[in-house]
Nanobody, 113 residues
Framework: QVQLTESGGDMVQPGGSLRLSCAAS????????MAWYRQAPGRQRELVAA???????NYRPSVKGRFTISRDNAENTVYLQMNSLKPEDTALYYC???????RGQGTQVTVSS
């Protein structure tokens, strides 16, 4: 059974940091590209960051330099380190297996003073 489980979301003040985790099971993780998406109420889903099976990464411009995506193939886990958080980063963040319809339920990130 394929399962993606996110964790690490929280409410933080602007300028704060969070580290999101996504644990995958039932997926051939080592050969899969992984991505983090986010969706805020009333807004379209956005691709935040992606990492391929070789470790190459890409980011949406608004998070470049603040967010870092990484993966641990031994733990079947992908991470999103988020620094210098802004109120506009507030959203439901979820991970997905690139090229499939597989995604998790998401974890809520709220940035507010």
């Amino acid at each position: 059974q394929v399962q993606l489980t996110e964790s690490g979301g929280d409410m933080v003040q602007p300028g704060g940091s969070l580290r999101l985790s996504c644990a995958a099971s039932g997926v051939n993780f080592g050969i899969s590209g992984m991505a983090w998406y986010r969706q805020a109420p009333g807004r379209q889903r956005e691709l935040v960051a992606a990492i391929n099976n070789g470790g190459s990464t890409n980011y949406r411009p608004s998070v470049k330099g603040r967010f870092t995506i990484s993966r641990d193939n031994a733990e079947n886990t992908v991470y999103l380190q988020m620094n210098s958080l802004k109120p506009e980063d507030t959203a439901l963040y979820y991970c997905a297996v690139i090229g499939t319809g597989l995604r998790g339920q998401g974890t809520q990130v709220t940035v507010s003073s």
